[in-house]
Structure formats: structure tokens, C-alpha cells
């Protein structure tokens, strides 16, 4: 097939219902660029013999010498099929983990995917993920099953055992998509059931349950995938050949004299022909017979590579080439390398390209074909529903669900939205370009919002400059292009921060976020090599923000530039943009800034050595923790509770706050319901301004459910009634620490008030009641082992007594000084019916005005004690770091297993599980490691194993560093275990030590130790 001419793309781009947008996805290594080079050959893009070495659509230099896709890059292409045109928009994915990123933005725009799956590797951990990314997005995929050629060569199987295999594969796949469809119809299923309200009753009182999941009731037939359906191509990529049974149903249907249909059913699956009755007949298992598929199918393939690649016999493969009809030039058959002969076989014989490209446009949908579950999911943002929505947004369903209805043609009138969530920049343009999807009319360039903007945040009205084409590496100019086409948009880089939603009604709605399979998480702070430079260095991060999904570009405190990133190699192509593409300037990078947090656990019931702590231990503790007594300042005071009491410099307020662990499922709690905490605070600040902010009713369920599992997690004598007297969440008022209310006295209003509708009467706040938050922010935002945020930690104020001044030292004993405690006058001022406030406003006639002033030099005194009592109290506790963990997937042979262990427990990685990949020779390794210690790992491990293991890093979780970063040995038996300073094997102290020196902050350890005097040569003479 020639190269198509730009006319031709144009004019196919308006034809909507030949349209197909997709995108390739898989896990990395799967052979995604490969395939889409032979897409891209069929145009005449590049040349056939070039399919699979050029890598086309990799067009950054780093992506081709690492030998990964790093960018996602889109090109149409033009594929005829009978009487009917199609235009084919490709999106090629990254599928290393760390570029996941890519592939959610790639997904949000197509309407279908093809997943490709390696024949030997199987489902592997990140096939997994791209199959939840297409479910989620409810886009449809098909499978390809490549690299079947590895069967025959690598592997050396027999076609009945290849056939066994091949379906091991395909019900690993349909597991994957059942569990899915499982999960979602039980989620349905949970709905209604809440709606309902508990479960029935009948008359006779008793609760009847349903216990069936509503799996029986659905049909999920389409949902999976198989050959006799059409949505399975079995290929080999490199090799240049690929085939859907559909192809070798009609080839067949000719010869045998068998209907196309008959073939279709019984070609895939336990069937067998039988010669002398001339039937295909069922039974081939357990007859001992070779199913169809591998007596037409496999058979044919295992021969002609055993004629071309394993016994080079020319005779026979002429006959062959013969009797396929194939024309093969005679360089082919002189070429000493075997696989080019088979690709030129092979290639004219079953071309890879014609079975894809007629898979996708039979059974992927066209724009017009848009689920309107899918427009609702993406107007409704957050806990709202799509019926909630203003009647106006409403009516824009119809606009993106591209009805035929609308007209085609016409200027940016009604509403067209647009999605603006893949941004990218390409080598050609200076301006970045923005990857979009086209939802509404035709769009034609040079166009702008007529309507007047309404006050609402973060919306801007912007004119779209130029539109483009695009097509792998090179752009084209366009002047309009119509609904449904996946285009790019130049000049918006002053309006869009990350990602936006285009629309010409201000009625449209931003669209759901994308979900995003990685966590930013490593970190690194960035400085120009010339500080003359730090304004291009600073436009240069913008623009990199703008670019990349993922990557995070912050200042820090400390003034700072720092860029946060996935993973390690997501880190060295954001530095790489940096200094090449954006910035253009040479920068200097730190080492990577790894984070950690600080907790405190329960006191540990046995030593270092595992030894019970005896009397002779405790007394060791008992007599340190005097010492440690003497070390606090003055006015801080430590009972052998843990109850920590500070004074303000003023002596105006006394504080008392203990800390505690929280269990590990409530932290887990509180870091996953982070944006519902957010939601309560900000409602409690309006209430307290007097506002009223509304909240939808699946927030409010959201959140009682919130509340119900914190209660069920909290439990026993000393978290009695603990969720209903919590006063702040921490840090930045929505973090996984607690402050806690154990004033007897002090009723201040609940953080649940959003549940409880209007404020309950007799509460009020206190007058400084903001310090004492503002004081614990403080405390959690900054440990006091390194300076790192507090995780899991809950600190109780169980004191918190004010002596308010006199005005004057000539009035009478009544007025000179009077205690405000926590029985005092509040308990009395609560129980006015204006409250505390209009009670507080009685005694100003007395009070001078610091008493009310919250913001006076008062209040900071009572926030700065606030602080150093919770870091006291912190303090007192056992201290722990915790480290961030990746989770770590490794496959490898079992040769090299060994030597992965090896690398692993240097790292202090730990394996959680290891399984063998059935019908193969591959393990698979689950393990975690520490994010400090995985700089490097993926190098190293490949080094180790001559690149037979690779592993795929993903954020998972914090953990406790089990070891205390403070402990030194007291016992002859941690002596003699760990040695008189035991900080070689002390890996808190590492890290708490590695994050000091980086912040500054004093590091207790000697520099030099046992120094002698150095002897000269002229002195030993």
C-alpha cells in the first residue's frame, strides 16, 4: 500500500462512523512499537523490511537507545476494508511503570485498545494494570497474542502443546477482565442495598438476607476474549505475520467445501475433523484426537518454520512458497539470515497489519458509538451524580455523545467540549502541543468562546491559535478539524497549568481526573549551573509541568526548586527535557530526596537480641529515662505517665498533651480519606464564618461511613468515645495524626458537624482555640527526629489552664488575677443560651483586650508551646522512622534466582512471594523494598543476571523501620551482638542521620576517632 496523502486523511476525518481511535497497550517488553511500526508500514510510512527495527514511533534519542517507549505518540493512518475507508488514530503507550502516566492520559482519549500479550511471558503485572486503566476508562479492547515465533524457537514446543499454552494465556487474560466485572456488579449490587436501607423484614418480623451477588442475572459473554468471537489476533510482531481464525476460515471453507460459519464456531476450541466421515466433530481431548486449530492452523506455521529457520531446506521451502502463492525475490532466498526469507513469506502470506486493522475496525466502536455511561462518568467530578448536575450541564450529554442529529459543519456555537488531558511537546515546535480529543462539532482554527464567563474559579476564556495533525514524529498544520478526531492544539501554554477541559459553554464541567497507576514520589532539587540562569530554569520547569502527567514541580521552604517523579527512570528523561527541550540550560541536580516519616509505637516487650527486658533492663531504662528528665528545659515537666506539661514563657498558660500510637488500620484510614477530611474542614470554617457550604448527599454518606469504620478501628478503654473528641487532623489539616480532646470541661464544637446538620447548642469555641491547632500543624508537619511530617501518631490535650492579667495593679484582689481553668468560667459561659462568645464579651469591662485577642503576641507564645509540648511528648514515646516502600515484581529464570535474592537482601528488600509462571521456566518474584535503596536496583540487577531479570517498581505503602534509630546496647548480650557502638547495622540511624546532614540540622557522631600523630619520614630517622 503506497503513502497516503494529507487530502486523503483530511477527508476520511469526516466521515465519523469509519472513524477509530485507539490506543496499544501492554506490559513493557510485550512488543507494542514493534507491531505498531507494521501499522505504520502499511501506509508507507516507512518500509515493510524496516518494520520492527526502526521503531518509528519512538522518537525521542533516549527511548531508542534504552530500547523502551517513554512518550505516548499518536498517528493516523488510512486502511481500506472492502467497499468502506476507515481512518485509524493510534496512540502508541510507554509500558514501563513509571510512565503509566502516559498510558491513563492515552486510554482517557480513545475509544478502544488493543493489549498485546507476549506468548512465553503471559499476563504479566502490568497487563493486569492497562486492563483495569481500559475498564475504568470503559473504553473496549481486543487482544493480541504476539510473539508466537518464541513457541518454536525459544521454547521448541509441539503445536498440540503451543495450543495448551495459547489457552492458559487467553483464560489468564478473561480472569483478569472476570475479576473486574465481578467487583463492579458487587459495587452495583452495594448501592442499591444502601439505598434500600438494611435488609427487609417480612411480616412475621424476621430479616430475610439475599446472599446471591447479582452475577447470575448479567450477562458478561461480551466482556471476554476469544477467536471464535473475532477480538484475538495470534501474531509475531517482528517476524511480520499475524492472523485472526477468520482468515483461515475462509481459506479453508474453499478447499474443504465447509460454510464460513461452521469453521468459525469450531475452529478454536475441542473439535476435531474426522477424515473418513468428512465432519468436524466434537470430543478432540478425550478421543486422543489434534483439534482443529492445530491440525489447520498451527501445524502449517510449525512446518514452515521448521523448512526456513530450523533445517534450511530449499527444496521444500520453494514448494511451499509455491503453494501459498507467494512471490519472494531471490536476494530473500540467498540471504544468509533465515528470518529475513520468513518475513518475506510471511508478510505476503498472513501480513500482521491487514489482521489488526480489520480486527479494530469490526470490533473497536467509532466516536458515534460513545456509551453514555462513559459521558456521564467523565461530567461527573468527584462524589457528585450525573442527575445532580444543573439541567443546562445535562443537556451537553448529547453534544459529546456525538448524536447524528447535530450538524457537522458550523463555528463554535452551542457546546463542543474538548479533552485537554494529554499534553506534549514534540521536536518540531517550540509551543508545546496538547494531545485532545474532539467531542462536539467541527472545529475550525482561529476560534473563541462568544459567551460571557460566569464568576467561576479557575475559568478562563482563551482563543485556540492553531491545530494540528498528528502524525508520529512530523505535525500538520490544519484549518478545521471535525468531531470525533484526536488532534493536537498550539499556544495554550499560558492557559493550562496540567490538564483542562476546553469547552465553549461555561456550563461544561471539568471532567473526572485521570487515574493515575504510580506515585510521584522520588525527588530531587534542581539549581542552574550559572544563577543568571534561574528565569529560564524556572519557565523550563513550567513548561516540564505542563508536559508530563505525572511530574511534580514544587518550592520548597527552603527555596528550593524540586521536581518529584515516579520512579528512577521517569526522573532521567525529566532531566534530560530539562536541559534539552525546555530550559536549554545546564542544570545541577541533587542526589534524590527520599522521604520518610516519624512515629511512635508501643513500648517493646523484648531487647535488640530478642531477650525478654528483665529487672536489670528496665532499671537500664528507668535510670535513662531520669537522665533524659534533666535534659528537658525549664517549664517542662514529664510525669512517669507520659503526660507531658508545658508553660508559656509568660506564664500565662499551661499545657498538657500525651502521645500515643494510632493502630496501623486507622492510619491507612486517614491517608486514604485525605479529600474527606479536607471536605469536613472546610465545612467547619464556613461555619465558623457564618457561611453555609453545601454538600452533596453522597459525601455525607462518604463520610458517615468514614466515621463508622474510625469507630469500629478505635476501640478499648482508652479510645472510649475517641472519634467524637477529635479537635484536628494533622498535618495541613487533613493528615494521618490526630489532636484530641481530653478537656473534661471544654465542649468545642465537632469536626462531624457537616453530619449533624445545624451546630448543636452550648458549644463554642474557646478563645485561642486556633493556636492549639496551629501549634499541633506545626508539631506534625515537622518531627523532631529529622524534620519529616509525624504519620500515625494521635496526641491527647488532657490540660490547658489560662491566667488571664488584671488591668492594673491598683485594683482590688477580685480583679487582679483570676484562673480561667477547664471548669471555669467557659463551663459557666456554656451554659448561657448565647454561648461562650457573648459570655466572653461580659468580662471585657474587666479584661483588658489580650484575653480575646487571637492573633495578638499571646497567641503565638500559646502556638510555639503548643508545638514544643507535642514534640516533648513525641519524644517520650519510642521513636521510629518509617521509610517508603516499593513494591518490587521481578521475573526471572531459575538459573539466575539466586542472584536476584542476592541483590534483594542487600538492598533490605524482603520477598514476599515466589511462583512459578505455569508451562514456562519463568518465576515470578514479589517483594518490597525501601524507595532509599532502590537508586540503582534495576541497573544492578540486570547487571547481576545478564538481563534476564528486569524488575517493575511501584509505590506501595510507608513501613515501620523496625529498629530504633536512639538505641544504644546496655546488656553483655547486645555488647556481644552489635559491639560497643552498634551503628554499622543501625539502618534508622543511617537514614535519620543521611536526612540531618541534608537539612542542616546538628549530627551527633565523631569525626575522628583514635587519631594518632602523623610521623613524618625526616622524624623516624
Known amino acids: 500500500m503506497g503513502h497516503k496523502s494529507l487530502a486523503t486523511i483530511i477527508a476520511l476525518q469526516r466521515k465519523t462512523t469509519n472513524i477509530r481511535n485507539l490506543c496499544i497497550l501492554a506490559h513493557v517488553d510485550h512488543g507494542k512499537t514493534t507491531l505498531a511500526d507494521s501499522l505504520v508500514a502499511s501506509n508507507g510510512i516507512i518500509s515493510s523490511r524496516l518494520a520492527g527495527k526502526l521503531r518509528y514511533l519512538d522518537s525521542r534519542e533516549d527511548e531508542q537507545i534504552r530500547g523502551i517507549t517513554m512518550k505516548s505518540s499518536a498517528i493516523s493512518l488510512h486502511f481500506p476494508l472492502g467497499m468502506n475507508e476507515y481512518l485509524i488514530n493510534l496512540i502508541d503507550s510507554p509500558g514501563h511503570v513509571d510512565f503509566s502516566s502516559e498510558v491513563s492520559t492515552a486510554v482517557r482519549l480513545c475509544d478502544g485498545a488493543i493489549v498485546i500479550v507476549d506468548a512465553v511471558e503471559g499476563v504479566c503485572p502490568q497487563t493486569q494494570v492497562v486492563l483495569r486503566q481500559a475498564w475504568l476508562e470503559n473504553i473496549r479492547p481486543v487482544l493480541v497474542i504476539n510473539k508466537i515465533d518464541r513457541l518454536i524457537v525459544e521454547l521448541k514446543l509441539t503445536p498440540q502443546e503451543a495450543y495448551i499454552h495459547l489457552k492458559k494465556i487467553l483464560e489468564q487474560v478473561n480472569a483478569v477482565t472476570g475479576t473486574l466485572f465481578t467487583s463492579k456488579v458487587m459495587e452495583e449490587r452495594a448501592e442499591k442495598e444502601s439505598e434500600k436501607q438494611g435488609p427487609y423484614e417480612n411480616s412475621g418480623g424476621e430479616q430475610i438476607y439475599d446472599w446471591s451477588a447479582g452475577l447470575e442475572d448479567t450477562d458478561d459473554s461480551h466482556l471476554y476474549f476469544s477467536p471464535d468471537q473475532g477480538n484475538v489476533v495470534f501474531a509475531s510482531a517482528i517476524d511480520g505475520w499475524g492472523f485472526s481464525i477468520h482468515q483461515f476460515a475462509q481459506i479453508y471453507s474453499q478447499k474443504m467445501g465447509i460454510r464460513v460459519e461452521v469453521l468459525l464456531k469450531t475452529l478454536w476450541g475441542d473439535f476435531y475433523l474426522n477424515a473418513k466421515a468428512k465432519k468436524i466433530m466434537k470430543g478432540a481431548q478425550s478421543k486422543g484426537k489434534k483439534p482443529l486449530f492445530v491440525q489447520l492452523v498451527l501445524d502449517n506455521l510449525w512446518s514452515l518454520y521448521d523448512a526456513i529457520v530450523m533445517k534450511r531446506d530449499k527444496e521444500k521451502v520453494e514448494k511451499m512458497v509455491a503453494s501459498l502463492g507467494v512471490k519472494v525475490a531471490a536476494r530473500d532466498l540467498r540471504h544468509s539470515d533465515p528470518k529475513v526469507l520468513l518475513s518475506a513469506v510471511c508478510s505476503q502470506w498472513l501480513p500482521v497489519s491487514q489482521a489488526v486493522l480489520t480486527m479494530v475496525c469490526e470490533k473497536l466502536p467509532s466516536p458515534l458509538d460513545v456509551a453514555s455511561e462513559r459521558v456521564e462518568k467523565l461530567m461527573s467530578v468527584g462524589a457528585r451524580r450525573f442527575d445532580s448536575l444543573p439541567e443546562r450541564t445535562q443537556e451537553l450529554k448529547k453534544g459529546m455523545a456525538l448524536q447524528k442529529s447535530w450538524p457537522d459543519r458550523g463555528m463554535l456555537r452551542g457546546w463542543q467540549p474538548i479533552r485537554c488531558q494529554k499534553i506534549r511537546s514534540l521536536p518540531t515546535l517550540v509551543a508545546l502541543q496538547r494531545q485532545h480529543r474532539l467531542l462536539g462539532r467541527t472545529l475550525p482554527e482561529g476560534c473563541s468562546s462568544a459567551d460571557a464567563l460566569p464568576s467561576v474559579p479557575h475559568m478562563s476564556c482563551c482563543t485556540l491559535d492553531s491545530l494540528y495533525l498528528l502524525m508520529g514524529r512530523e505535525l500538520e498544520e490544519l484549518e478545521e478539524v ?21 469547552s465553549t459553554s461555561p456550563a461544561c464541567p471539568p471532567f473526572t481526573p485521570l487515574n493515575f497507576e504510580a506515585t510521584p514520589i522520588v525527588r530531587v532539587a534542581i539549581e542552574p549551573k550559572h544563577p543568571s540562569e534561574m528565569p529560564r530554569l524556572v519557565k523550563g520547569m513550567k513548561l516540564l509541568n505542563q508536559a508530563d502527567p505525572c511530574a511534580e514541580v514544587l518550592i520548597q521552604e527552603t527555596g528550593e526548586h524540586v521536581l518529584v517523579t515516579a520512579g528512577e527512570v521517569h526522573l532521567q528523561r525529566c532531566l534530560d527535557d530539562l536541559r534539552e527541550r525546555f530550559a536549554q540550560i545546564e542544570i545541577s541536580a541533587s542526589k534524590p530526596i527520599i522521604p520518610f516519616r516519624e512515629t511512635v509505637i508501643r513500648r517493646p516487650k523484648v ?37 507531658v506539661t508545658l508553660t508559656t514563657p509568660n506564664k500565662m498558660a499551661t499545657i498538657g498533651v500525651r502521645a500515643m500510637p494510632l493502630p496501623e488500620e486507622v492510619t491507612q484510614l486517614l491517608e486514604a480519606n485525605g479529600s474527606l477530611i479536607r471536605t469536613m474542614e472546610q465545612f467547619s470554617l464556613s461555619m465558623k464564618e457564618g457561611k453555609a457550604l453545601e454538600i452533596n448527599q453522597r459525601t455525607l454518606e462518604s463520610i458517615q461511613d468514614f466515621k463508622g469504620k474510625l469507630e469500629s478501628h478505635l476501640q478499648g478503654r482508652k479510645w472510649r468515645d475517641a472519634v467524637n473528641r477529635i479537635w484536628s487532623f494533622g498535618p495541613r489539616r487533613c493528615g494521618p495524626n490526630l489532636l484530641l480532646n481530653n478537656l473534661e470541661s471544654y465542649q468545642r464544637p465537632s469536626v462531624w458537624q457537616c453530619l449533624e446538620g445545624e451546630r448543636v447548642p452550648g458549644t463554642a469555641l474557646r478563645d485561642f482555640d486556633n493556636s492549639i491547632i496551629s501549634g499541633f500543624q506545626l508539631a506534625t508537619l515537622s518531627g523532631p527526629m529529622c524534620e519529616e511530617p509525624l504519620m500515625g501518631v494521635c496526641l491527647s490535650v488532657e490540660r490547658w489552664d489560662m491566667k488571664l492579667p488584671s488591668l492594673g495593679s491598683h485594683q482590688d484582689s477580685m480583679d487582679g488575677e483570676e484562673k480561667v481553668s477547664d471548669g471555669d468560667s467557659k463551663q459557666k459561659a456554656a451554659q448561657e443560651p448565647w454561648g461562650a462568645a457573648e459570655a466572653y464579651g461580659s468580662h471585657n469591662k474587666r479584661w483588658p483586650d489580650v484575653s480575646v485577642d487571637c492573633y495578638g503576641p499571646f497567641s503565638g507564645q500559646l502556638i510555639a508551646a503548643m508545638k514544643e509540648a507535642c514534640r516533648h511528648a513525641f519524644q517520650h514515646q519510642p521513636q521510629r522512622l518509617m521509610a517508603a516502600m516499593y513494591t518490587c515484581e521481578i521475573m526471572a529464570t531459575a538459573e539466575v534466582l539466586g542472584r536476584v535474592y542476592g541483590v534483594l537482601s542487600k538492598r533490605e528488600g524482603r520477598i514476599l512471594q515466589e511462583e512459578m509462571k505455569e508451562g514456562t521456566d519463568m518465576f515470578i518474584i514479589k517483594a518490597v523494598l525501601p524507595v532509599a535503596e532502590s537508586f540503582g536496583f534495576a541497573d544492578e540487577i540486570r547487571k547481576r543476571t545478564s538481563g534476564l531479570a528486569s524488575p517493575q517498581l511501584v509505590f506501595s505503602h510507608w513501613e515501620v523501620v523496625s529498629s530504633d534509630p536512639f538505641w544504644v546496647p546496655t546488656t553483655e548480650e547486645e555488647y556481644l551482638h552489635f559491639g560497643e557502638k552498634a551503628d554499622s547495622s543501625n539502618q534508622a540511624l543511617k537514614y535519620m542521620n543521611g536526612v540531618r546532614k541534608r537539612k542542616g540540622l546538628y549530627v551527633e557522631e565523631k569525626i575522628v576517632e583514635h587519631a594518632e600523630k602523623q610521623r613524618t619520614l625526616g622524624k623516624n630517622k
Open 482 to 502: 471535525p468531531s470525533g478526531n484526536v488532534l493536537g492544539i498550539g499556544g495554550m501554554e499560558e492557559w493550562i497549568l496540567k490538564s483542562a477541559t476546553i
Open 607 to 643: 531487647d535488640m537480641v530478642n531477650e525478654e527486658l528483665g529487672k536489670q533492663q528496665k532499671v537500664a531504662v528507668i535510670h535513662q529515662s531520669k537522665e533524659e528528665q534533666y535534659k528537658y528545659p525549664e517549664g517542662v515537666q514529664v510525669d512517669s505517665s507520659g503526660l
